[in-house]
Every structure is written in C-alpha cells, then in structure tokens.
C-alpha cells in the first residue's frame, strides 16, 4: 500500500518562504507522476503544481506561477514545493498526490491521482 508523508508546513510572513516536502513508500517513485494541491478553509480542493516522472515536465496553477517550483528527487523518493513570495491567500493545507497512469502527461484534475498524503498546514500572516 502506497503511502505520502508531507512535512515543511508552518506559520510564516507574508513575503517569505516555505519548502514543502513528501515522501513517497510502498510504490517506485520514479515511476510516478506527482502533484501538488492546496485546500483553504470553505474552499475546494485546488491544483498547485504537478511534475513527470523525471522532473523534465512541470506544470503550476496560474496562482503561483513565477512563485513556486516543484521539483523531485527521485533517489530520496521526495518530491518538494518551494514556496517563494508567500501571500495571505496561500493560507491553506498542502496535499501531495500520486498519479500512476501511464500517460506521459501530468495533469491537475484531483481524479487523475491515485494517492493522496494527510497534508500539512501553511498559514500566512500578513
């Protein structure tokens, strides 16, 4: 059984910075397509930032574009989100997913994924 641990979350100032982390077990990483999601109190579940399987193809929600990075190591399992020029509106909790399908393409609707961590809380102060 697949599992995905995130940590980084935390309280910060708007303006600062944030690296999230998740750890994939039980399934090949670097076979995985992996995504990044937020959810902000009353809201639904939104798409951040997704990556292929070798970290050559990424792809972010308009939100954060020029502001976030998703990136991966594949020899830690890890896949991480760099948040940069952090915002009151990022408030939310971060979720990793899995996608397992066999497209190359990476994609930001949550059905496409397989797996999903517990998340972990970004609170934003401004």
């Known amino acids: 059984q697949a599992q995905l641990v995130e940590s980084g979350g935390g309280l910060v100032q708007a303006g600062g910075s944030l690296r999230l982390s998740c750890v994939l077990s039980?399934?090949?990483?670097?076979?995985?397509?992996m995504g990044w999601f937020r959810q902000a109190p009353g809201k639904e579940r939104e798409f951040v930032a997704a990556?292929?399987?070798?970290?050559?193809?990424?792809y972010y929600a308009d939100p954060v574009k020029g502001r976030f990075t998703i990136s991966r190591d594949n020899a830690k399992d890890t896949v991480y989100l760099q948040m940069n020029s952090l915002k009151p509106e990022d408030t939310a909790v971060y979720y990793c997913a899995a996608d397992y399908s066999l497209s190359v393409d990476v994609t930001d609707r949550l059905d496409d994924y397989n797996y999903w961590g517990q998340g972990t809380q970004v609170t934003v102060s401004s």
């Open positions: 039980g399934r090949t990483f670097s076979r995985t397509k």
């Open positions: 990556i292929n399987r070798s970290g050559g193809i990424t």
